[in-house]
């Protein structure tokens, strides 16, 4: 059964970079099929996909955000990366990294996730 | 970007009732609608996939419905475990969008 697991610091100031870090057990980053997200919660509010990364390298982003991410992986590391540039009080969110995976139906799933890390902005 | 509407927002009902929750979406996704079921401090859980789909592990008393734009989750007879937030997803195209959540509340 795969865990992911997030890491990063908790308060960042603004105008600076969010970084946060999800490290993968039970499964490889390095396995074809699944894209490894990062998926966002601001507080007492619903859920945003903000990217994607696949083994290869190749990167999908949110539009909304696009200017200011970049995903990245670490396959040597079990590991993939979420960085999150010029941040404001409006990035005050819980994030998740999850896997995104084929259903074998109609479409992908996010079948599994972290726990979540709470990341606020603020000086 | 595909907007997703769920409705209601909250919800009070009482243990053993039957509830349907819905989700629409701004244009057809055909059947690309997942539901997943969020505890309080806790990461969403995947409760059905391609609308209709029961991911392994799922209580039997959930089951989804629908295609093009309308979609419905429903809990079959309450449990006190199911007083929740819920949220419907499309994986139809991306930016993948969720719906802003139904809170299930005890009556």
């Known amino acids: 059964q795969v865990q992911l697991q997030e890491s990063g610091p908790g308060l960042v100031k603004p105008s600076q970079t969010l970084a946060l870090t999800c490290t993968v057990s039970g499964g490889s980053v390095s396995s074809g099929g699944y894209y490894w997200s990062w998926i966002r919660q601001h507080p007492g509010k619903g859920l945003e996909w903000i990217g994607y990364?696949?083994?290869?390298?190749?990167?999908y982003y949110n539009p909304s955000l696009k200017s200011r991410v970049t995903i990245s992986i670490d396959t040597s590391k079990n590991q993939f990366s979420l960085k999150l540039s010029s941040v404001t009080a409006a990035d005050t969110a819980v994030y998740y990294c999850?896997?995104?995976?084929?259903?074998?139906?109609?479409?992908?799933?996010?079948?599994?996730w972290g726990q979540g890390t709470l990341v606020t902005v603020s000086s | 970007d595909i907007q997703m509407t769920q409705s209601p927002s909250s919800l009070s009902a009482s243990v053993g009732d039957r509830v349907t929750i819905s989700c629409r979406a701004s244009r057809s996704i055909s059947r690309y609608l997942n539901w997943y079921q969020q505890k309080p401090g806790k990461a969403p859980k995947l409760l059905i996939y391609?609308?209709?789909s029961l991911q392994s592990g799922v209580p039997s008393r959930f089951s989804g419905s629908g295609s093009g734009t309308d979609f419905t989750l429903t809990i079959s007879s309450l449990q006190l475990e199911d007083f929740t937030t819920y949220y419907c997803?499309?994986?139809?195209?991306?930016?993948?969008?969720f719906g802003q959540g139904t809170k299930l509340e005890i009556k």
């Open positions: 990364i696949y083994y290869s390298g190749s990167t």
């Open positions: 997803q499309q994986s139809y195209s991306s930016p993948y969008t």
């Open positions: 391609a609308a209709s």
């Open positions: 999850a896997r995104y995976k084929n259903s074998d139906s109609s479409g992908y799933i996010f079948d599994s």
